[in-house]
């Protein structure tokens, strides 16, 4: 069968063949045998790449003619305008404008404050406080007996300002009534018989102080803040000082500061004319400063450099010309800034500044200025990060006519009888050299939560006429911290430090004269550690509770010799806001 098949194929294909072939349309019959295996093939297709074209001879290129007739079209389109995106401040804490604090504590201490001042104001603050704190309570001597140790301290204080374009006028106007009394005797002196104990015999006896103080502050500032213009800060001091035996002390002071930039120097100059007149002594203290000066001060370095002329007229006229420099240098930003540098002045000894450092000083002392001739200093400061800031400072002064405090040994008749209280201080000038370290951290660990750490140490040396410095402690330090919790609890505690301190004594006794004089006996002053702890309850924005604990550990020290401090003291009271 398959011999026959493919003969027919054959037959078929060369009949077609033969059909193209041939002229007319006639197909022969033939047979074609084929003996063997057949192989059919295929040829290959090629496409033929070629596009017909049309060649024309003539040929019509179209052309356009066309025009534009503008025409404008009235269109009744309102711009609306946008308002610029702006960034929400916080809502301002609702303020209120007074506050009364009243408390009460052990050693019949009451305590009472009044705050008053005005809200927010881009034109003007004011601010009024009241305040008094006083204490009714005894206090055991050396001796074992209880003395009355009471005191009445009165503030009021009233302080403005206006503000102005570039300008700030302000103003302060202060009274301070405080009342103590000398309970402090040497119990153990053999010629101590019956000092008076209670607050009669002592108000009888004349042993009692009163420092009355009324003062003004004010003046003008400017508050440029570009470089062409004049700052300048000038104000004026006054007040008047009197204690409860008619010695009184008056004293005026005019200040200016005014800088300048020039280039990128920085121009300055400081003034101050001091007049203090004293009614218990008939010279006319003044004391008269001209400082002018030149800073520099660059993203890494600060330079400033000037002379400092004081005027110290005492009797007769003193001139004193002192070199202000200061070179600090930012080795690493703001995390490392050593500085260093000298100056000098002129320090006021004032009456007034000496009863409020000693309140149980003698009535109507005066003592002279006293002259910072050199002070050499040097440390290093920085941030370690935006909450955290130290300070370390090492300084020399070279001093004269520095005091010292020490018991007024003066033999006195009291209850007709001579008696040596040594209750009341008097002080020591001396010429000495201070070396003193001085650190300082405070840490803002959150807004809840910050410390601060600052103290002291002292080394006198070169004191010829002395062989202490007396009632100045080798060392002291403060340490505070506040805690908030959820705006509810305010936990305040703070630690005081003051180390060992002596004062002068003499030996009494019928064997303690030397060439007739006194041997002299450096008594020691236990150092001092006081803790206190205060805790605030707010049960709302405007009522709130307070308890202070003071002096927790019940410690029985000595701020001056003969007088000790109460040991432990609670207050509670309450605030309201209004």
């Known amino acids: 069968?398959?011999?026959?098949?493919?003969?027919?194929?054959?037959?078929?294909?060369?009949?077609?063949?033969?059909?193209?072939?041939?002229?007319?349309?006639k197909l022969d019959d033939h047979v074609i045998e084929v003996i063997g295996a057949y192989k059919p093939t295929i040829s290959d297709a090629f496409k033929i790449n070629e596009l017909p074209a049309i060649k024309d001879s003539f040929k019509i290129e179209p052309r356009f003619l066309y025009a534009i007739e503008s025409k404008q079209i009235l269109t009744d389109f309102q711009v609306e305008p946008i308002k610029p995106a702006k960034m929400l401040d916080e809502p301002l804490a609702k303020?209120?404008?007074?506050?009364?604090?009243?408390?009460?504590?052990?050693?019949?201490?009451p305590?009472?404050?009044?705050?008053?001042?005005?809200?927010?104001?881009?034109?003007?603050?004011?601010?009024?406080?009241?305040?008094?704190q006083s204490s009714f309570g005894k206090i055991e001597n050396e001796?074992?007996?209880?003395?009355?140790?009471g005191y009445i301290d009165n503030a009021v204080s009233i302080s403005g300002k206006k503000f102005l374009p570039k300008k700030t006028l302000y103003g302060t106007v202060d009274y301070r009534d405080n009342t103590i009394y000398y309970y402090g005797y040497n119990a153990l002196d053999s010629v101590m018989t019956a000092p008076p104990l209670e607050k009669k015999e002592l108000r009888d006896k004349k042993l009692t102080q009163q420092f009355t103080l009324a003062s003004f502050n004010g003046g003008i500032k400017t508050n440029y803040t570009d470089k062409s213009h004049l700052n300048y800060d000038i104000w004026l001091n006054y007040y008047y000082f009197q204690d409860v035996f008619s010695k009184n002390e008056n004293y005026g002071s005019l200040n200016a500061k005014l800088s300048k930039y020039y280039n990128k120097e920085l121009l300055g100059v400081d003034t101050k004319v001091d007049m203090i007149q004293k009614n218990f002594?008939?010279?006319?203290?003044?004391?008269?400063?001209?400082?002018?000066?030149?800073?520099?001060?660059?993203?890494?370095?600060?330079?400033c450099v000037g002379l400092c002329v004081f005027s110290d007229v005492y009797w007769d006229a003193k001139f004193y010309f002192y070199p202000d420099v200061l070179l600090q240098y930012g080795v690493y930003g703001k995390y490392i800034v050593p500085y260093i540098g000298i100056n000098g002045y002129v320090e006021e000894n004032t009456y007034r500044k000496i009863a409020y450092e000693n309140l149980f000083i003698k009535p109507g002392l005066d003592i002279r200025n006293t002259n910072h001739k050199k002070v050499l200093f040097g440390g290093v400061k920085g941030s370690i990060s935006s909450n955290t800031f130290y300070n370390v400072k090492a300084t020399l002064s070279d001093l004269a006519n520095t005091y010292f405090y020490v018991n007024d040994t003066t033999l006195t008749t009291l209850n007709n009888q001579v008696q040596r209280l040594q209750n009341q201080f008097t002080f020591i000038a001396a010429d000495v050299t201070l070396f003193n370290i001085y650190g300082e951290v405070s840490v803002k660990a959150s807004e809840k939560l910050n410390f601060h750490l600052k103290g002291n140490y002292y080394y006198f040396d070169n004191m010829k006429s002395e062989t202490k410095a007396w009632h100045i402690p080798e060392y002291d330090a403060v340490f505070t911290t506040n805690y908030n919790l959820r705006n509810k609890i305010i936990v305040r505690a703070d630690i005081f430090v003051i180390g060992d301190r002596f004062a002068k004594t003499f030996d009494f006794s019928p064997t303690g004269t030397v060439n007739g004089a006194r041997n002299i006996i450096s008594k020691k002053l236990n150092p001092v550690v006081d803790a206190n702890l205060g805790i605030e309850y707010r049960y709302n924005k405007i009522l709130s509770a307070f308890l202070n604990f003071n002096n927790i550990a019940n410690q029985t020290y000595y701020r001056w010799n003969n007088y000790p401090m109460q040991g432990f003291n609670l207050m509670g009271g309450i605030t309201y806001s209004f």
């Open 111 to 132: 305590y009472a404050e009044l705050f008053i001042s005005n809200l927010r104001s881009k034109k003007f603050n004011y601010a009024a406080i009241l305040r008094h």
């Open 143 to 149: 001796g074992g007996k209880k003395a009355y140790a």
């Open 95 to 109: 303020l209120y404008n007074s506050y009364i604090r009243l408390g009460f504590g052990n050693y019949i201490s």
């Open 281 to 303: 002594d008939d010279t006319l203290n003044a004391v008269v400063k001209l400082n002018p000066w030149v800073s520099r001060v660059t993203d890494q370095w600060e330079v």
């Open 1 to 25: 069968m398959k011999p026959l098949k493919y003969s027919l194929i054959l037959i078929y294909t060369f009949a077609a063949y033969g059909g193209f072939s041939q002229k007319e349309d």
